[in-house]
């Protein structure tokens, strides 16, 4: 039925005019309550097999969706109705921003993948803090707030921004991801380099500890797969050294070359982070580079062309205790994050492992 939808009306729009009519369908049918406990029955059904401590917290599953889709607070429980058993709203900036000019969405049809360069438009993280704040949950799930640098911040005064980001949004967080590893913000991808990693991920924890001081926030660091690898087994040599709680692996690629692409080269072409399905191989191995690195010291996420439960599946046994997905929701629709857990279900109980937990790094593990 989506797919046929899909191809009828959606691809028939613009990316960002179909992104926006989605998220209000998803908000509207999230507030009427008859209808809101039907879909989430359909689309939500929980299975005992998939459940999950990860950062501290518990959730129904390890899979979830990834910062982009929501980048204001508007969804959260219309994506909880949908399945979604983490949401990671964002990229929330410390000023609001309107993001690059239009158009700057891009679908590659053949490839299942998206090309953006939005570049953080969002509110700002005072209107998200409000927002949340005045929440009131209808469905329970995680809550993720990944934070990203406003443009117009020099590079060299980025930390402050950040700290001004997570001391508003903390309270209202599950966990807070550091997002550096944006193509669309100038100069944002050079935050990578540990020299410059160790002092905004040290302030950002400081920040979110006066902030909140009746628990623990977990921070994490969301990175590019686009780092050499010496690169990334400095990112996690550094998560080690400063005890963070985790590591997102990975965030858009840059690269065109190699991902066997057959969109148009016109489409192709376009400048700006490319995510979906070409980008599953490098995303996995960049996740066991950590995981061979950091064991489990530091809680991994998944992330980057995971389109159904296989995919989540070689994610867990290359390391990762959370997955998350996005582009492929939108080729997919919204029985998409309910194929998954059936799925990730059905191979937990054919595998040797008798829990989810059992299972991540297991691939790592076989081959050290």
Do not use: C
């Amino acid at each position: 039925m989506y797919p046929l939808f899909f191809r009828l009306v959606f691809s028939r729009l613009d990316p960002e005019r179909a992104h926006h009519l989605a998220v209000r369908w998803i908000r509207l049918v999230a507030r009427v309550p008859v209808l809101r406990t039907f879909v989430a029955a359909a689309l939500a059904p929980r299975h005992k097999e998939l459940r999950t401590e990860a950062l501290g917290l518990r959730l129904h599953s390890p899979f979830g969706l990834a910062a982009g889709f929501d980048k204001n607070a508007l969804a959260i429980d219309g994506l909880a109705m949908l399945g979604f058993d983490h949401v990671e709203i964002g990229t929330v900036t410390g000023e609001p921003q309107p993001g690059n000019p239009r158009k700057r969405l891009f679908r590659l049809v053949q490839d299942r993948a998206l090309i953006n360069r939005m570049g953080f438009n969002n509110e700002g993280s005072a209107a998200v803090a409000a927002r949340l704040a005045a929440r009131t949950p209808v469905f329970r799930t995680v809550l993720g707030v990944n934070i990203g640098k406003t443009k117009v911040v020099p590079e060299e005064e980025a930390a402050a921004d950040y700290v001004k980001s997570a001391e508003r949004l903390a309270p209202h967080a599950d966990y807070l991801v550091v997002n550096v590893s944006s193509p669309n913000t100038p100069g944002l991808r050079n935050l990578q380099a540990t020299q410059a990693l160790r002092p905004l991920l040290t302030a950002v924890r400081e920040a979110a500890d006066r902030a909140v001081t009746g628990r623990r926030v977990p921070l994490l660091v969301k990175i590019a797969p686009d780092l050499a690898d010496e690169d990334v087994d400095a990112v996690a040599d550094l998560a080690v050294e400063l005890g963070l709680d985790g590591i997102i692996a990975t965030n858009t690629t840059v690269a065109r070359e190699g991902l066997g692409l057959r969109a148009a080269p016109s489409v192709t072409a376009e400048t700006g982070g490319l995510s979906g399905a070409p980008l599953k191989e490098r995303s996995l191995e960049v996740l066991r580079r950590l995981h061979a690195r950091v064991g489990d010291r530091v809680t991994l996420v998944g992330v980057g062309g995971i389109e159904d439960a296989e995919d989540a599946w070689r994610r867990i046994l290359a390391g990762a205790t959370l997955v998350q997905g996005y582009s492929a929701f939108i080729y997919q629709g919204p029985f998409w994050a309910r194929g998954i857990h059936k799925g990730l279900a059905a191979r937990l109980r054919s595998s040797p492992y008798a829990t989810l937990a059992d299972a991540v790094g297991a691939d790592v593990r076989k081959h050290a």
